[in-house]
């Protein structure tokens, strides 16, 4: 099973040093920690494919393992598995987690975004 998830454009602020990749919000981290507790899976693996008018998007999927190349974050017992070719549209991201009366959804608050599609679906670096 896949996720879908938004993208949005932020300003971009000076680079400054992080220990991750990808930060969670606490809204994200709880819903990782639910999903892979009733799926009985180590984490959640982030990639990117090419889809949308905008060309990239990024894909959730269950993950037991990390692969050869992948980045592993681990943030307050909850691990999240960045494929190799999805680390450097990443870098400086913010994972979260919004639910709402008409969808419910993880939003990575990405400042290396260029451009995004009207519904945020897809984006370019």
Request: charged fraction near 20%.
């Amino acid at each position: 099973m896949t996720f879908g998830a938004t993208v949005r454009a932020v300003t971009r602020s000076r680079l400054i040093p992080s220990r991750a990749a990808l930060t969670l919000t606490p809204a994200a981290v709880k819903k990782v920690s639910d999903i892979t507790n009733r799926q009985k899976c180590q984490g959640l693996k982030v990639s990117v494919k090419t889809r949308g008018c905008n060309g990239l998007t990024y894909v959730l999927d269950y993950c037991d393992y990390a692969a050869k190349f992948d980045e592993v974050v681990e943030q307050d017992g909850v691990k999240i598995f960045i494929d190799s070719k999805a680390l450097m549209t990443l870098i400086g991201t913010e994972m979260d987690y919004t639910s709402n009366k008409l969808t419910s959804e993880f939003v990575f608050n990405n400042p290396n975004v260029k451009g995004t599609c009207g519904c945020g679906e897809s984006f370019s670096v």
